[in-house]
């Protein structure tokens, strides 16, 4: 996608879905003697959600798995409450996204990695690849991230979003230490 392009669908975005393995995470799973699902999540895609989300933008998880303990968990610390998991065809919970939150598809970005993501990336405003995504994940993307699943690629979606909205800044005010730094 162009730098002119980007800017653009960025300015219409109202609500961004995030998978979750492989995006939010690197793509491990890992289990431990009881079988217990654990997972790492970076901690400023955090706050990156976190500043979306005070900007007025909602934020939304649909994942193919079904949700861990460990999912739930960071789902709950960063007030994400639009949470779809064990969806085998991602598209499809569209239909209740829009009638839920009153949007259109084109106020939709997607952040995905394989390929169970396609289907929803198709449907959407603004269908986005993380840097290590599966190929034809790449093609069918508008933009690709350049930081890997797991690294800092939501964080760069969501300063995307903010600063192509005009709303950076002025989150950035309530920093105070942020002032003194600029200064």
């Keep these: 996608m162009s730098e002119i392009q980007k800017p653009q669908q960025l300015k219409n975005i109202r609500l961004l879905l995030l998978d979750v393995d492989g995006v939010l995470t690197d793509g491990s799973i890992?289990?431990?003697?009881?079988?217990?699902?654990?997972?790492?999540?970076?901690?400023?895609?955090?706050?990156g959600i976190r500043?979306?989300?005070?900007?007025?933008?909602?934020?939304?998880?649909?994942?193919?798995?079904?949700?861990s303990n460990a999912l739930m968990h960071r789902c709950r610390n960063l007030e994400i409450e639009l949470i779809f998991d064990d969806v085998r065809d991602?598209?499809?919970?569209l239909t209740k996204i829009l009638k839920q939150l009153k949007i259109s598809v084109q106020e939709i970005a997607f952040v995905g990695d394989d390929l169970i993501d396609l289907p929803i990336?198709?449907?959407?405003?603004?269908?986005?690849?993380?840097?290590?995504?599966?190929?034809?994940?790449?093609?069918?993307?508008?933009?690709?991230?350049?930081?890997?699943?797991?690294?800092?690629?939501?964080?760069?979606?969501?300063?995307a979003l903010l600063?192509?909205?005009?709303?950076?800044?002025?989150?950035?005010?309530?920093?105070?230490?942020?002032?003194?730094?600029e200064n």
Aim: proline share 2%; net charge positive; hydrophobic share 40%.
């Design 90 to 93: 991602k598209a499809a919970v």
């Design 30 to 47: 890992i289990y431990n003697e009881h079988g217990e699902e654990t997972k790492v999540f970076h901690v400023r895609d955090g706050l």
């Design 121 to 159: 990336m198709r449907q959407i405003g603004l269908p986005i690849a993380v840097a290590d995504a599966h190929e034809l994940v790449m093609e069918t993307a508008s933009w690709t991230t350049t930081a890997r699943g797991g690294q800092g690629a939501v964080r760069e979606v969501c300063e």
């Design 163 to 181: 600063k192509a909205q005009k709303k950076w800044r002025p989150l950035l005010e309530g920093f105070k230490w942020l002032e003194k730094e």
């Design 51 to 67: 500043l979306l989300q005070k900007a007025g933008i909602y934020v939304g998880i649909v994942t193919g798995r079904a949700a």
